[in-house]
Nanobody, 124 residues
Framework: VQLVESGGGLVQPGGSLRLSCLTSGFPDDDYVIGWFRQAPGKEREGVSCIAVSDDSTYQSDSVAGRFTISSDRAKNTVYLQMNNLKPEDTAVYYC??????????????????WGRGTQVSVSS
């Protein structure tokens, strides 16, 4: 299984970014994807997750109403749309995968496969 994140960058407060997580290696859609982030000096934090088989999702209170996770099965890609970004959203964002599984969580140790991360910086 391989995961490749993209879409990070520098954005002003209130701006938007869309992160992508391209997956390969799963034999079918029975897997879950989680987005996590880690800011300097802080522990890794679960942000949002999706079960690709039925598009059920979960997200943390810290991003509810601002971030949306979605999947495009045809492209083997999961997206994290991030709106109204705040300086405290600055972190390296990682996508992670596990399967076979059809219920997602935002607990890091539930995931066996990880991407290398993409930097998101929110600053004026």
């Amino acid at each position: 299984v391989q995961l490749v994140e993209s879409g990070g960058g520098l954005v002003q407060p209130g701006g938007s970014l869309r992160l992508s997580c391209l997956t390969s290696g799963f034999p079918d859609d029975d897997y879950v994807i989680g987005w996590f982030r880690q800011a300097p000096g802080k522990e890794r934090e679960g942000v949002s997750c999706i079960a690709v088989s039925d598009d059920s999702t979960y997200q943390s209170d810290s991003v509810a109403g601002r971030f949306t996770i979605s999947s495009d099965r045809a492209k083997n890609t999961v997206y994290l749309q991030m709106n109204n970004l705040k300086p405290e959203d600055t972190a390296v964002y990682y996508c992670a995968a596990d399967g076979p599984k059809n219920v997602c969580t935002i607990t890091a140790w539930h995931y066996r496969h990880w991407g290398r991360g993409t930097q998101v910086s929110v600053s004026s």
